[in-house]
């Protein structure tokens, strides 16, 4: 069964050193544009190769968001954890709006410098 989980939650999980990935199930172009400080991407139609290469241990905490409450892509890769025989699936369903509209940081992917 899939727990949800609120921001403060989240916040606490990351901050106390536990053993938790969080993951953003939006393409690469938002996970790039900014994304929860040390999350992974893995979007919600990853292969399950990729999934299992992003998050090798299923019995980790993994925690899941997207955009925000109306955005799905967060439940569909939940369930496919799940599914997949992930033991400590975690949704944070308000998502990166939430994180964002808190004040709280955000980091994005920088951009390769152009090859000479």
Same mark, same amino acid.
């Given at each position: 069964?899939?727990?949800?989980? $609120?921001?403060? $939650? #989240?916040?606490? #999980?990351?901050?106390?050193?536990? /053993?938790?990935?969080?993951?953003?199930?939006?393409?690469?172009?938002?996970?790039?544009?900014?994304?929860?400080?040390g999350?992974?991407?893995?979007?919600?139609? $990853?292969?399950?190769?990729?999934?299992?290469?992003?998050?090798?241990?299923?019995?980790r905490?993994?925690?899941?968001?997207? $955009?925000? #409450?109306?955005?799905?892509?967060?439940?569909?890769?939940?369930?496919?954890?799940?599914?997949?025989?992930?033991?400590?699936?975690?949704?944070?369903?308000?998502?990166?709006? /939430?994180?964002?509209?808190?004040? #709280?940081p955000?980091?994005?992917?920088?951009?390769?410098?152009?090859a000479?």
């Amino acid at each position: 069964m899939i727990t949800h989980i $609120s921001r403060t $939650s #989240l916040r606490t #999980l990351t901050r106390s050193g536990g /053993d938790v990935a969080v993951v953003e199930a939006l393409g690469r172009s938002y996970f790039d544009d900014g994304h929860i400080p040390g999350a992974h991407n893995l979007p919600h139609d $990853s292969s399950d190769v990729t999934i299992a290469a992003v998050l090798p241990d299923r019995s980790r905490t993994v925690v899941v968001y997207c $955009s925000n #409450l109306a955005c799905q892509n967060s439940t569909i890769l939940s369930r496919r954890l799940e599914q997949l025989g992930y033991t400590d699936v975690r949704e944070y369903d308000a998502g990166k709006q /939430d994180w964002i509209e808190a004040g #709280l940081p955000i980091e994005s992917t920088p951009v390769p410098a152009p090859a000479r």
